[in-house]
């Protein structure tokens, strides 16, 4: 008995009426699977396009707000720290 092999089978996609393909994923009883993947369009690519820079826009924001909510803390941290030392300062100075 020999060992035959199955070749796989290039089948090249359908068009649809507009001549665009479309995505389409087919599966038969012996497990082959054929996927049929459209190109992007000129509305797909934009929509891909502004989506993007919409993450990246809230992104931007939530980056500046963390910055805006952190700027106070560190500013007065910074105006604590100089007025011990010079507090320290005064204290030691006045011996």
């Not at 393909?21 to 087919?26: A, G, L, N, P, S």
Request: aromatic share 6%; hydrophobic share 50%.
């Amino acid at each position: 008995m020999a060992d035959e092999r199955v070749e796989p089978e290039i089948i090249p996609p359908e068009k649809s009426q507009r001549g665009e393909q479309r995505t389409r994923v087919f599966i038969d009883g012996r497990g082959t699977e054929r996927i049929y993947i459209a190109q992007p369009g000129s509305v797909g690519s934009i929509l891909v396009v502004l989506i993007t820079g919409l993450l990246l826009a809230a992104f931007f924001v939530l980056l500046l707000s963390t910055m805006l909510i952190w700027l106070p803390v560190l500013i007065l941290i910074g105006t604590a720290v100089l007025v011990i030392g010079m507090v320290r300062a005064f204290l030691r100075g006045g011996r």
